[in-house]
T-cell receptor, first 114, second 115 residues
Framework: DVKVTQSSRYLVKRTGEKVFLECVQD?????MFWYRQDPGLGLRLIYF???????EKGDIPEGYSVSREKKERFSLILESASTNQTSMYLC?????????????FGPGTRLTVT | AQSVTQPDIHITVSEGASLELRCNYS??????LFWYVQSPGQGLQLLLK??????LVQGIKGFEAEFKRSQSSFNLRKPSVHWSDAAEYFC?????????????FGRGTSLIVHP
């Protein structure tokens, strides 16, 4: 059974803290993605990566950075958390090419910044 | 840039009734289209996808969708809704980026099922 796991389901942090969200996939996928999901706004792409140490900005990268040191792991970093980053964060992975282009999603991390 | 519009924020149906969720897309080339479902507290799961060929595609859980190029639409249908179908549904259009397709998601439609 394919799997994308996220390090925490719920996280509460204080304003100004540095926050790490971790995502691991076991499908040997090249692509990995970070989205944030807010009511009425759907999923918005923050960053994606198509290879180790490679990253591309998505639609809303401001205030975020990412790290991909190993193929299976993709980290989202909030350098200095702010209350407007309170949201649900979803990680996903997919095959680079030759596949169905289906994305596989983790269960999400609900982050609250107080 | 590509975009997806899901005009209905909420849809309420009775169990056993038919369902149609609307999706309109904007994309300059041949689109890759997806429908995902998100059950409460879960990540997203692929229901079905369209890349080419037959414009009526079948998916999991009894869902189907029809691609209509002239209307830029990819509406999701189910002939008889079950209570377990209550969830958030997302339409997405994939834009080519290198060897991959990066999806842009719509804002979602929340399906409420009455017994």
């Amino acid at each position: 059974d394919v799997k994308v796991t996220q390090s925490s389901r719920y996280l509460v942090k204080r304003t100004g803290e540095k926050v790490f969200l971790e995502c691991v996939q076991d499908m040997d996928h090249e692509n990995m993605f970070w989205y944030r999901q807010d009511p009425g706004l759907g999923l918005r792409l923050i960053y994606f990566s198509y290879d180790v140490k490679m990253k591309e900005k998505g639609d809303i990268p401001e205030g975020y950075s990412v790290s991909r040191e190993k193929k299976e792991r993709f980290s989202l970093i909030l350098e200095s958390a702010s209350t407007n980053q309170t949201s649900m964060y979803l990680c996903a992975s997919s095959r680079l090419a030759g596949g169905s282009h289906e994305q596989y999603f983790g269960p999400g991390t609900r982050l609250t910044v107080t | 840039a590509q975009s997806v519009t899901q005009p209905d924020i909420h849809i309420t149906v009775s169990e056993g009734a038919s369902l149609e969720l609307r999706c309109n897309y904007s994309y300059g080339a041949t689109p890759y289209l997806f429908w995902y479902v998100q059950s409460p507290g879960q990540g997203l799961q692929l229901l079905l996808k369209y890349f080419s060929g037959d414009t009526l595609v079948q998916g999991i859980k009894g869902f189907e969708a029809e691609f209509k190029r002239s209307q830029s639409s990819f509406n999701l249908r189910k002939p008889s809704v079950h209570w377990s179908d209550a969830a958030e549904y997302f339409c997405a259009v994939g834009a080519r980026a290198g060897g991959s397709y990066i999806p842009t998601f719509g804002r979602g439609t929340s399906l409420i099922v009455h017994p």
